[in-house]
């Protein structure tokens, strides 16, 4: 499947992870881990034996006491560092709100590339990780893999919210510290739900439907959930309002055209920095 998204960009969007049950993503954290380095450090009460630097350990034995008194203490032993693979939830949310093939441009066709793109990094490279798919409009529901290459664009407006609320829901099943939403749209929310019925404004930013959302971009930042927002779109307002998202989120955002999705510009408000990616 021909993609424009650049697999080593993919890879920096999973983040620091925390320690899980062994996955496939690698980690910060060193010492007692699933993944063998060639780095090597003294030997702690605890190593596994499977790690010893066998030659290194020996070779430190001769030069600290000698052949002719030749013994193995353990201030002689050395092991290969080792360090933690994770796992990781994931939520990918999809827009398929009216706006997707709005004014002639088909915003939907580029989505699903991203969407298929993402599953099949997460499936085929980290097996072990948790995706579930979702999709929102009027509402948000879930669907299945297979699904994504025949998504179709409804008549429904943006409901973000909804979105994002079934994605918490379905994150807090998940017994997994690594968390996270994969979000596919162009940008602007446009209906929320009052009750039991539909308020929809879709003229500009709408200040309550607005508030909502970045509420919930906030709640999410605190249960330790990063979103990263993928914006089918160009125009300047609805970048502001990601950026806006994002900030709330403290998470990440990429930008691209709609020819191909050849070029991705990473807003990671983490770290605060800006750059490129290629």
């Keep these: 499947m021909e993609v424009a998204i650049r697999r080593k960009a993919l890879e920096d969007i999973f983040g620091q992870l925390k320690k899980t049950r062994r996955g496939q993503h690698n980690t910060r954290f060193g010492g007692g881990g699933d993944e063998n380095t060639a780095e090597l450090r003294p030997f702690e009460f605890g190593d596994q034996l499977d790690n010893l630097a066998v030659s290194e350990s020996l070779r430190n034995a001769q030069i600290n006491h000698g052949i002719d008194d030749f013994q193995l203490a353990q201030e002689d032993l050395e092991v290969f560092e080792t360090y933690y693979q994770a796992q990781m939830s994931t939520v990918l949310m999809i827009d398929i709100s009216h706006s997707m093939i709005l004014?002639?441009?088909?915003?939907?066709?580029?989505?699903?590339?991203?969407?298929?793109?993402?599953?099949?990094?997460?499936?085929?490279?980290?097996?072990?990780?948790?995706?579930?798919?979702?999709?929102?409009?009027?509402?948000?529901?879930?669907?299945?893999?297979?699904?994504?290459?025949?998504?179709?664009?409804?008549?429904?407006?943006?409901?973000?919210?909804?979105?994002?609320?079934?994605?918490?829901?379905?994150?807090?099943?998940?017994?997994?510290?690594?968390?996270?939403?994969?979000?596919?749209?162009?940008?602007?929310?446009?209906?929320?739900?009052?009750?039991?019925?539909?308020?929809?404004?879709?003229?500009?930013?709408?200040?309550?439907?607005?508030?909502?959302?970045?509420?919930?971009?906030?709640?999410?930042?605190?249960?330790?959930?990063?979103?990263?927002?993928?914006?089918i779109a160009q125009d300047p307002y609805l970048v502001q309002f990601v950026d806006q998202f994002t900030s709330a989120n403290n998470g990440k955002a990429f930008y691209s055209n709609l020819d191909g999705l050849g070029e991705f510009i990473l807003m990671d408000y983490k770290d605060n920095k800006r750059k490129k990616k290629r």
């Design 103 to 231: 004014y002639g441009e088909d915003r939907i066709t580029p989505a699903k590339k991203v969407a298929m793109a993402l599953s099949e990094l997460i499936t085929t490279r980290y097996p072990k990780d948790t995706l579930d798919i979702i999709v929102f409009g009027n509402d948000a529901w879930q669907i299945e893999i297979k699904d994504l290459p025949y998504l179709q664009v409804g008549p429904y407006h943006t409901n973000t919210v909804a979105g994002l609320e079934l994605a918490m829901d379905l994150l807090r099943r998940r017994r997994n510290p690594n968390k996270q939403v994969f979000m596919i749209t162009d940008g602007k929310p446009t209906c929320i739900k009052k009750g039991k019925k539909y308020y929809k404004n879709s003229f500009g930013l709408d200040r309550m439907i607005v508030n909502r959302t970045l509420t919930l971009a906030t709640q999410c930042r605190k249960l330790h959930i990063p979103i990263t927002t993928f914006m």
